[in-house]
């Protein structure tokens, strides 16, 4: 089974910076893409930052410039550094992963996974 878990999120002050960290584990094959979403309450969960086993980033309008994504190919970890938070960067963020699993004699089609969230709340 492979599980993605976040971790980092709290409470900041706006201005202040946080890193949200992602570690996929299990039997991973490989790793496409991770990805770093967020919901903010009544609003739909919308991509802010990706980045893909090449390296190219992509970043979501409204964090370009104040967040920055990488991964740690050796750990199967993503980060999220999050500078000048404001309020409205106030939610629920998850992490995403497309990545295929290993079987016992090869590995999976790619497959999407989800880890449950962790919240960042920024004081005003």
């Known amino acids: 089974q492979v599980q993605l878990v976040e971790s980092g999120g709290g409470l900041v002050q706006a201005g202040g910076s946080l890193r949200l960290s992602c570690a996929a584990s299990g039997r991973i094959y490989s790793i496409n893409a991770m990805s770093w979403y967020r919901q903010a309450p009544g609003q739909q969960r919308d991509m802010i930052a990706a980045?893909?086993?090449?390296?190219?980033?992509y970043y979501e309008d409204s964090v370009k410039g104040r967040f920055t994504i990488s991964m740690d190919n050796a750990k199967n970890t993503v980060y999220l550094q999050m500078n000048s938070q404001k309020s409205e960067d106030t939610a629920a963020y998850y992490c995403y992963a497309k990545l295929r699993e290993r079987t016992d004699f090869d590995c999976k089609p790619p497959d999407e996974y989800w880890g449950r969230g962790t919240q960042v709340t920024v004081s005003s």
């Open positions: 980045i893909h086993k090449s390296g190219t980033t």
